[in-house]
């Protein structure tokens, strides 16, 4: 079974700039999540989709983020314009359920974004 | 208070030792536990979870759940070089959102 993609695995952009990270999830997962994880830290939950609906954008800073999953398949999270804090590893995950219960999530590869 | 703490610093531990890693969480309602494994520069992998209190075993790895504490602990044993990894706490609060601790750096001495 392929696991969750994602690209590209590398960004190096400069402050002000735009940047789009791309995700495709484990087939026939319903719920996809994104994270960003700094240096030293766990990853924090930016943005949590079920199909193709926002269950949770809480913490997703909305002045500059923003992500959509069109057909509730393939998502993409977009940063604009990014600032020297957003250099962390942007992580996608997916799950079999939608929310509450016990479920797992797997993780993609991440993209490690480096903003100069 | 954080959502869900590892205090720890980094643990040394000799090989074929137990290793040891701790958890608080400040949720009272959450109902779903779970320990993963992250390598240096690699994403997230789940090694175990856990969801009544007690003792849950899977290989060398036991996961420990005490709700009326809000404590969760992984234990390794025998540990090996390959288990060298950070270990991430995560914690399925009231509001269905996974929070994380900061993780614990396990290295396992030869």
């Known amino acids: ?33 994104w994270y960003q994880q700094i240096l030293g830290q766990g990853p924090k939950l930016l943005i949590q989709f079920q199909n193709n609906g926002v269950v949770d954008d809480s913490q997703l800073p909305k002045d500059r983020f923003s992500a959509e ?16 804090e957003d ?6 995950a997916s799950s ?21 | 208070q954080k959502e869900v703490e590892q205090n720890s610093g980094p643990l040394s531990v000799p090989e074929g030792a137990i290793a040891s890693l701790n958890c608080t969480y400040s949720d ?7 320990w993963y ?7 997230p992998e789940l090694i175990m979870s856990i969801y009544s209190n007690g003792d849950k075993e899977d290989g060398r790895f036991t996961a420990q759940l005490n709700k ?12 090996q070089p390959s288990d060298s990894a950070t270990y991430l706490c995560a914690v399925m609060g009231g509001n269905n959102r996974l929070a994380f601790g900061k993780g614990n750096q396990v290295v396992v001495i030869p």
């Open chain 2, 28 to 34: 009272r309602v959450s109902q779903s536990f779970f």
């Open chain 2, 68 to 79: 009326a504490s809000q404590y969760v602990s992984l234990l390794i044993r025998d540990s």
């Open chain 2, 37 to 43: 494994r992250q390598y240096s520069g690699k994403s």
């Open chain 1, 1 to 33: 079974e392929a696991g969750v993609a994602q690209s590209p695995r590398y960004k190096i952009i400069e402050k002000r700039q735009s940047v789009a990270f791309w995700c495709n999830p484990i087939s026939g997962h319903a719920t996809l999540y």
């Open chain 1, 87 to 92: 250099s962390a590893v942007y992580l996608c």
């Open chain 1, 69 to 84: 999953r069109l057909k509730g398949v393939d998502s993409t999270l977009k940063i604009q314009p990014a600032k020297l």
């Open chain 1, 96 to 116: 079999l359920a939608g929310t509450g219960g016990a479920y797992t999530q797997y993780f993609g590869p991440g993209t490690r974004l480096t903003v100069l």
